[in-house]
């Protein structure tokens, strides 16, 4: 019987690089990494792919998802509901894959309360080397009004704070650093559950 995978929550403020430093560490294919894909009620930025970045959905579909209880959380972020679909998750942790999920800070945080006292969780915190270089990158993007960019600049700014309830926190200067870090954060953690398990 393969051994249990780990789940790998990596959260963080709005633009501040979990979705390029995720794709990096996707390229490690020793880390063993399934991504998890959200779905969302958000329209596609340039560039992303249905099923690869995404899920797009229509708000019934979303609904449907959520009274079939067929979430592990979802949230409402500026506007746009996300959600991740639990079930293809287990069915990669069982196998013996590190499932990887990269996540908005309030979804994070349900996820966090619901998997308490589970061992194969891994909770790591992506922060912005300073307030300044998390605004940059959110307008960087140029792919939504100024209201909203102001939004997710001061909600990004708010959810610093949420740091204090993962295991990890890694600041994110260089995305090749903060990958590397995190690859070994994950191993590190990789021979711990295999430890457990032998001790089991």
């Known amino acids: 019987m393969a051994s249990k995978g780990l789940l790998i929550i990596i959260s963080g403020p709005s633009g ?12 490690d294919h020793s880390l063993d ?6 779905m969302t009620t958000r329209p596609p930025r340039k560039g ?20 079939n209880g067929g979430f592990l ?7 746009h509901r996300y959600g991740t679909p639990k079930e293809k998750i287990q069915q990669e942790i069982d196998a013996g894959h590190n499932v990887i999920l990269e996540i908005e800070v309030d979804g994070a945080g349900q996820v966090l309360e ?19 270089a998390l605004e940059k990158r959110i307008r960087k993007r140029r792919s939504e009004s100024e209201e909203t960019l102001r939004e997710r600049i001061e909600k990004g700014i708010s959810e610093i704070n949420a740091s204090k309830s993962y295991q990890h926190v890694v600041f994110n200067a260089s995305v090749k650093k903060s990958a590397k870090e995190i690859a070994s954060i994950i ?3 990789i021979v711990q559950s295999l430890v457990g398990e032998v001790r089991d």
């Not at 501040?16 to 390229?27: A, D, E, P, Q």
């Open 16 to 27: 501040v690089g979990k979705g390029t430093v995720r794709k990096r560490l996707m390229k």
């Open 33 to 38: 990494l399934i991504y998890s894909v959200s």
């Open 48 to 67: 992303e792919v249905e099923g690869v970045d995404y899920y797009f959905v229509s708000d019934e579909t979303f609904d449907e998802m959520i009274n």
């Open 73 to 79: 959380e979802y949230t409402t972020f500026v506007g």
């Open 114 to 132: 619901k998997v308490k006292g589970i061992d194969n969780v891994v909770s790591i915190f992506l922060l912005p080397p300073n307030p300044q």
């Open 187 to 189: 191993r590190y953690e």
